[in-house]
T-cell receptor, first 113, second 112 residues
Framework: DVKVTQSSRYLVKRTGEKVFLECVQDMDHENMFWYRQDPGLGLRLIYFSYDVKMKEKGDIPEGYSVSREKKERFSLILESASTNQTSMYLC????????????FGPGTRLLVL | QKEVEQNSGPLSVPEGAIASLNCTYSDRGSQSFFWYRQYSGKSPELIMSIYSNGDKEDGRFTAQLNKASQYVSLLIRDSQPSDSATYLCAVNMRQAGTALIFGKGTTLSVSS
């Protein structure tokens, strides 16, 4: 079974702090994704990566950056957290050979005060 | 234009009934289609994938795809209260590359 893990289930941060969210997958998947999910807005893609050190902007990259130094690990960075970044953050991974099916981690619920 | 549309619901069905969830998508060239189930406070879980026209059955779940109509559906037979969740439709569109485009989900409520 694919396993995607995220570093924290819940986080509380202050406005202006730098926040790191980490995601690790154990299935040697090439593709990894970061989404945020908000009520009424659905899943929105922030960034994705199709290879080590490669990244592509999603639909809402502003205020975020990412890092992928190893194939199994994909980090999301909030350079200066703001209250409008309070959300559920979901990481996913996929392999090109599976038609694009993505497997999600448990999510990190971030509260920015 | 990358759009996946779902009726937000809630869709309410009695226990034992068939629940029918529908999804339309904008890109006629889309090749892969997925249904995810998401319980409140949890992350989405992949439950069905379908790649060709017709029906695909897995236990109580049947996915149906009609590429000409740009329509994909999920049928849940013998619905159970444990099926109460939000169901997300996702489509792999050519213009999105490796990313999936997700609908906003339909909330299903199964009453006992």
């Amino acid at each position: 079974d694919v396993k995607v893990t995220q570093s924290s289930r819940y986080l509380v941060k202050r406005t202006g702090e730098k926040v790191f969210l980490e995601c690790v997958q154990d299935m040697d998947h090439e593709n990894m994704f970061w989404y945020r999910q908000d009520p009424g807005l659905g899943l929105r893609l922030i960034y994705f990566s199709y290879d080590v050190k490669m990244k592509e902007k999603g639909d809402i990259p502003e205020g975020y950056s990412v890092s992928r130094e190893k194939k199994e690990r994909f980090s999301l960075i909030l350079e200066s957290a703001s209250t409008n970044q309070t959300s559920m953050y979901l990481c996913a991974s996929s392999s090109p050979g599976e038609g694009g099916s993505q497997y999600f981690g448990p999510g990190t619920r971030l509260l920015v005060l | 234009q990358k759009e996946v549309e779902q009726n937000s619901g809630p869709l309410s069905v009695p226990e034992g009934a068939i629940a029918s969830l529908n999804c339309t998508y904008s890109d006629r060239g889309s090749q892969s289609f997925f249904w995810y189930r998401q319980y409140s406070g949890k992350s989405p879980e992949l439950i069905m994938s379908i790649y060709s026209n017709g029906d695909k059955e897995d236990g109580r779940f049947t996915a149906q795809l009609n590429k000409a109509s740009q329509y994909v559906s999920l049928l849940i037979r013998d619905s159970q209260p444990s099926d109460s969740a939000t169901y997300l439709c996702a489509v792999n569109m050519r213009q999105a590359g490796t990313a999936l485009i997700f609908g906003k989900g339909t909330t299903l409520s199964v009453s006992s």
